[in-house]
């Protein structure tokens, strides 16, 4: 069953649409961002509770520093310097993380209001037309989000993108996570399991190295079912870059096919959450820097560690890296990368 209702604000309409399924689970997505604001799945007991941190009000979505549920791009994480070439030609991004471009700029495609192309069944889609030059990209970009709601509680999210001059691409979504309840604090007991045995150090601005090391005999390794905040204090330079995690990891084995990479559980309640990707890596990032943030759904503001979110994603500064795996998407090409969340209890 499909809900839909438009919020006015200050940006504009600001369509959402809520998806119910046979179980009475549902989702709510926005059309700012192309964004997840809510998740209500049931517990073990078979009490519903919203597990995806947000806002009360859906413009706060807007610009907001977390990122939080929404779809950024064109291109998701880091680009060193904010500089990159393609075919020796070379394009300068606004800096807007220390001394790097992130998430495609402060206006990025997390900031625009998306197209709602559809609502029906079980089924939600935006597109997005970003012109050629803006945020310093060159091409005329069509983005698609696709969602999809079953009645097994998966969401499953395919994004599409296709260009008219050679770009770079790399989508992904920022939903945070907190499988006790979005308002109930800390994750830091939530455990973590993640297909990869390998990670991507990077430098103290994280702009990755170029290396891709084991995660054996680290606190990145969480190859067996580990609490986040276990080893989050440890003295360890990623942790101690990003007061937290907040690194890429590689996916073991990627292929491009649909293949599970990570489970997160939660004991008090139950839930356990599935995530599968065709993308070859995951951005795991604590919510190291989530205080301050406009207030959430219960009307408070999240602190530090409250969320944490999956990203599942190309790797990070691609653009600048030959040895990582291609982000340019040429004329003729086209991008499609699928995300799935599954919840169970």
């Not at 296709?162 to 790399?170: I, K, L, M, R, S």
């Not at 205080?291 to 599942?312: F, H, L, M, T, W």
Request: charged share 20%; hydrophobic share 35%; with cysteine.
């Amino acid at each position: 069953m499909i809900q839909k209702e438009i919020k006015n604000s200050k940006f504009g309409d600001i369509t959402l649409v809520t998806i119910v399924n046979a179980k009475g689970a549902s989702v709510t997505l926005s059309a700012l961002g192309a964004g997840i604001v809510a998740i209500n799945v049931p517990d073990k007991t078979g009490r519903l509770d919203d597990v995806v941190l947000g806002y009360a009000d859906p413009a706060d979505f807007m610009a907001d520093g977390p990122c939080a549920g929404k779809v950024p791009g064109r291109f998701a994480n880091r680009i060193a310097r904010g500089h990159f070439k393609i075919d020796g030609k070379a394009y300068s991004l606004a800096i807007n993380n220390g001394p790097n471009a992130l998430h495609g700029g402060p206006t990025g495609f997390q900031n625009r209001i998306w197209t709602l192309d559809k609502a029906e069944d079980d089924t939600v889609r935006f597109s997005y037309r970003a012109a050629d030059g803006e945020e310093g990209y060159p091409g005329n970009l069509l983005a698609t989000a696709t969602y999809r709601w079953t009645d097994d509680c998966t969401l499953s999210l395919t994004l599409t993108a296709e260009t008219d001059a050679p770009t770079v691409v790399n989508l992904t979504n920022h939903a945070y996570f907190n499988l006790a309840g979005h308002n109930s604090g800390s994750v830091l007991s939530h455990k973590l399991r993640l297909n990869a045995s390998r990670y991507l150090p990077t430098d103290d601005t994280l702009i990755p190295t170029g290396e891709l090391a084991p995660v054996t005999g680290t606190p990145m390794d969480f190859t067996e079912p580990k609490e986040l905040g276990q080893d989050i204090s440890a003295d360890f330079p990623a942790l101690i870059y990003g007061k937290g995690y907040d690194n890429c990891w590689v996916i073991d084995e990627a292929d491009g096919s649909l293949r599970t990479i990570a489970v997160l559980t939660e004991e008090k309640s139950g839930r356990t959450l599935t995530v599968s990707t065709t993308q070859p890596g995951v951005q795991v990032y604590t919510g190291n820097w989530l205080a301050g943030c406009p207030a959430n759904k219960a009307g408070r503001s999240y602190d530090d560690y409250d969320g944490v979110a999956i990203e599942c994603q190309g790797f990070p500064d691609a653009p600048n890296k030959a040895g990582f795996p291609s982000a340019v998407l040429r004329p003729g090409e086209k991008y499609e990368q699928t995300i799935s969340f599954n919840f169970k209890a």
